[in-house]
Each structure stands twice: as C-alpha cells, then as structure tokens.
C-alpha cells in the first residue's frame, strides 16, 4: 500500500468544516483516499479523518501542516497529521501470562501489525525466551510493595530511551500510578479481561462465575487515573453457559482478550480512534 497521510480532527460541530477541509486538499491538488466524518448531534461536536496519498501532496507534510494550521485555528480543531510510512514505536508490558504478548509478537513479525514493537519491559523474568526470538529487547524490572516509585521510574525511563509512541499493557499486572496515567494520557493502552464496566479489577473471571453471567468478554481501553475505567477502543464477547467452570471461562477469555487488543491496538496505530471526553469515535474499516 501506498504512504498516507492520516489527517484526524475534532471540533465544535459547524456549517463549512467538511467544505473547508476539501477545498484546502483539492487547492493542493491532493488525492483523498479515505473519509469518515461523525457528529455527535447531543453534545454538538464533530470528528474528521482523511487518508491523503503522501505522494499527492507537494512539499510534503510540513507544507501541509503550515498551511492547514490557519482553518485549523478558525474551527478551533484539535487535529494532527500522521505519516503512515513512520510506523509507531510500541512497548509491550508483561507479567507472567503470555497469549496476548505472544499473538502481538506473532502478528508485528509476520507483518500483520502497522507498528514497531521496540522492547519488551515485565516485572517477571518468565517470558524473556518468547521475546528473544523474535529479537525483541526483553527488560526485567522487579515490582514489589516497597519499590514500586523506583520501579515504574525505571520502567518509563526505557520507555523514553526507546522512544515509544503507545505502551501496551499486554495483561502487565500492576496499577500504574496517577502520575503516569496523566504523563501518558491516550498513549497507554490496556486489555481487561471482563466486558467493562461490568467485573472491574481483580479476578473478573470468578466475579462472572458467581454472577452466573452468559456471556464474558473482553475491554482494550486507554488507561487513566481512574482504574478500568478508561475510555473504550475494543470489546467483543463470548458465549458461555451454567456448565464451564472459571477456569473454562479463562481459557475461553484468554482468545477473546488477545483478538480484542490486537484490533484495539490496529485502531490506535492507524490513527482511528478519536478520544472526547472519557469516550471514543473508532472509524474501524
């Protein structure tokens, strides 16, 4: 596929915004070739992304960027423009469970996943063979309850040495602190093994099993200050029934939870989720 440019905007819902969009790219001469558009008719706001060919647009995305800042600041948008041949620098999280790191790994080496995966960083030293394979730097970073400032510090200084765009918590089994969350808002992603905002925080699966529940699932959420209660990319579900123990719901979760982060995962490399407020507009193709 060709590069694009991954043009995403959001902004007080007006007469002219799709009109001044187009006309910026068509005086360009570019070529436009995707565009989703939704307006959040209740609270009056409204959200944009375009994939432009890169190769359509003279001068570049600096040009680009210049002279779209004006009609920018006239709708009073947040937008940014991405380049799609830059892929994502992404840091995955781990503890001891490995589906989700693994089926990551899997899709990023046969070239199914639009990212860079840079390092492996887990507070257990069990999975460093999984990542070694497939070359991946592998970072023990021990947490315990009387080295968890020390511990996380350390962790994100690797983060920034690494020059990561988006962490990924792939089933990492440590609370982040609020400063953290707040430092890396909308760039830490997290997978919860439960259908939020039902079973929220620890051992969802024997919540669900005492509650009878027929269906179980799985949430990719952005991390903030408040625990699993982040805005929503992702969520699927699967059926079961009074016969499966907590340990079938497990196994049964577990492909629910690596399918719902990966597509969650895809979404944020590709630029398609908008976060408003403490929710989300996925354009999913």
């Not at 999975?127 to 592998?138: H, I, K, N, S």
């Amino acid at each position: 596929m060709q590069p694009v440019y991954r043009l995403t905007i959001a902004c007080p819902d007006r007469v002219g915004i799709v009109a001044a969009v187009a006309n910026y790219i068509a005086g360009m001469g570019a070529t436009i070739v995707e565009a989703n558009h939704h307006t959040d008719t209740v609270n009056g706001w409204f959200f944009m992304r375009h994939e432009i060919l890169a190769s359509s647009v003279p001068g570049g995305l600096e040009t680009f960027r210049d002279g779209f800042a004006p009609i920018a600041q006239q709708f009073d948008m947040r937008w940014q423009i991405t380049d799609s041949a830059k892929p994502k620098r992404i840091a995955l999280f781990v503890s001891k469970e490995s589906h989700c790191m693994a089926d990551l790994l899997h899709r990023w080496h046969e070239g199914d996943l639009p990212g860079e995966i840079v390092c492996v960083i887990s507070n257990h030293d069990l999975l460093r063979e999984q990542a070694d394979w497939y070359g991946v730097p592998f970072h023990h970073v021990p947490v315990t309850a009387d080295n968890k400032p020390q511990a996380f510090a350390e962790a994100f200084r690797l983060v920034e040495h690494y020059q990561v765009d988006v962490v990924v918590l792939a089933r990492y089994m440590q609370i982040l602190p609020p400063e953290i969350c707040s430092a890396y808002a909308g760039q830490v992603i997290n997978i919860h093994h439960s259908f939020l905002p039902s079973f929220a925080g620890a051992r969802p699966y024997h919540q669900a099993y005492e509650r009878g529940v027929k269906l179980i699932g799985a949430t990719c959420h952005y991390v903030t200050e408040v625990l699993d209660a982040g805005p929503i990319i992702e969520q699927d579900v699967i059926r079961v029934n009074h016969g499966h123990t907590i340990e079938d719901m497990r196994r049964l979760g577990r492909d629910v939870e690596k399918t719902v982060l990966a597509r969650g995962l895809r979404y944020h490399l590709e630029d398609r989720v908008l976060i408003h407020g403490n929710k989300t507009v996925v354009f999913a193709n």
